[in-house]
């Protein structure tokens, strides 16, 4: 039996073709859309994923570390260490800023870790090149998102660093790349002033009668002391022992105390319907305006290639064609549009526009096959609009207009 679709789409295969690539645009940057959705959702549970942690200690009554402000004490860690179902504890800082190199700077998420070993709670939880920090001062692990290579030198406020280790999938819940750098240079990073403010601050200090006595020496030099140092950090990052359930020990740090404690679901909640809720709700109506206007093109495209064969089919009912005949020649074209659409979507959603986005986008299989049975029934729905137009037409009106 001649395939009528066939051969009307090699009569003008051309047109069928550059209409297919063009709806594949469309199709890809839809695909594209949801792969952002994901992606951003993915950021905020790879940031909890790879601190290793399964609580986290915070300035009692904020969500922080990461949708709000908190500064806990330096030395609080000690005391939480020693509770029953601890097995690690490690203080850690959190600051967003521009890291600057020679030849620009970069947005990144700055990391103040605690010295110790890898599988510290809050280092990097692996490398793909260099090593990880040995030093207390002046050494950083990057990563490869940054732009970074090992032995560049970094700029963060007054201090260089240099870039021993890279690693991989290290991202804040914005999908800013993360620096990890020692946690004294960090603390310093947080509050460190020019020089212009620190001499100011001396000055009001030292004409403030209450701290400089003539009774009291010394007395002076400890307040100055006192303000050129931070003892503060943003969180203590918990691992649970073996055994122990994070909410019991949570709910005994909270008791004893007095702060703030989040497990890993919780933490995921402030991240993803509170942090980065509106950004994605953003994103997934312009994914569902995106889907809507697809489909209404594929329909119209559809519609209008029908209507351009209107004398052919005309001819086709003179010559005794069945109706069924011209339902599946349009039902056939329709379907091979949508296949070779999808197609190129998917190729340009995975090959063009995921890589050079500048936010991480994740494409998952099921992302595809929804996308690709969402495209098979918008042609089959669209063709069916044209068949009825198709099989209203007046065959000889159509071929004598």
């Known amino acids: 039996m001649i395939s009528l679709a066939g051969r009307d789409i090699m009569h003008s295969w051309g047109k069928f073709v550059f209409t297919g690539m063009g709806l594949g645009l469309l199709i890809g940057i839809t695909l594209s859309m949801a792969g952002i959705y994901r992606g951003m959702v993915d950021d905020a549970k790879v940031l909890l994923d790879n601190s290793g942690a399964d609580l986290w200690v915070v300035q009692k009554d904020t969500l922080g570390p990461y949708a709000e402000s ?11 260490r020693g509770m029953p179902g601890v097995e690690r ?18 947005r990144a998420m700055v990391t103040g870790v605690t010295p ?6 809050g280092w990097p939880p692996y490398l793909v090149a260099g090593r990880q920090i040995t030093r207390s001062h002046y050494e950083a692990v990057a990563d490869i998102a940054s732009g970074f290579k090992l032995g560049d030198r970094i700029q963060i406020r007054r201090n260089h660093y240099t870039i021993v280790g890279l690693t991989r999938r290290m991202v804040s819940s914005n999908g800013d790349p993360m620096v990890f750098i020692p946690l004294k240079d960090a603390q310093e990073a947080q509050f460190l002033k020019d020089n212009d403010a620190i001499r100011e601050q001396r000055r009001r200090t030292a004409e403030n009668p209450a701290f400089n006595r003539p ?7 400890a307040v100055i002391a006192s ?29 004893w105390k007095r702060l703030t404690v989040y497990t890993r679901s919780q933490m995921e909640e402030i991240l993803v319907g509170k942090l980065i809720a509106t950004s994605a709700r953003q994103i997934f109506m312009f994914l569902v305006i995106l889907s809507i206007v697809s489909s209404a093109i594929v329909a119209f495209i559809i519609y209008t290639l029908t ?17 069924r005949t011209i339902v599946g020649l349009i039902m056939q074209q329709s379907i ?10 998917k190729i340009s959603a995975t090959l063009l526009m995921a890589p050079i986005f500048p936010k991480y986008v994740l494409l998952q299989p099921l992302d595809s096959v929804m996308g690709f049975i969402a495209v098979v029934m918008i042609c089959v729905l669209s063709s069916i609009i044209a068949i009825r137009a198709a099989l209203r037409v007046d065959p000889a009106e159509a071929i004598g207009g």
Not at 337 to 342: K, M, P, V
């Open 116 to 121: 110790g070993e890898p599988g510290t709670p």
């Open 336 to 345: 091979a549009l949508g296949l070779i659409g999808f197609v190129v979507g």
């Open 89 to 106: 504890a490690a203080n850690i800082t959190y600051l967003t800023m521009q890291v600057g190199k020679q030849d620009g700077d970069v």
């Open 307 to 323: 209507l351009g064969k209107i004398r052919e089919i005309a001819v086709l009912k003179l010559i005794g064609t069945k109706n």
């Open 70 to 80: 908190s500064s806990l004490y330096d030395d609080i860690w000690r005391g939480i």
């Open 215 to 221: 009774g009291v020496p010394g007395l002076l030099d």
């Open 227 to 255: 303000q050129s140092t931070n003892p503060y950090v943003n969180a203590v990052l918990v691992r649970v022992e073996p055994g122990h359930a994070p909410e019991e020990v949570a709910e005994s740090i909270r008791r």
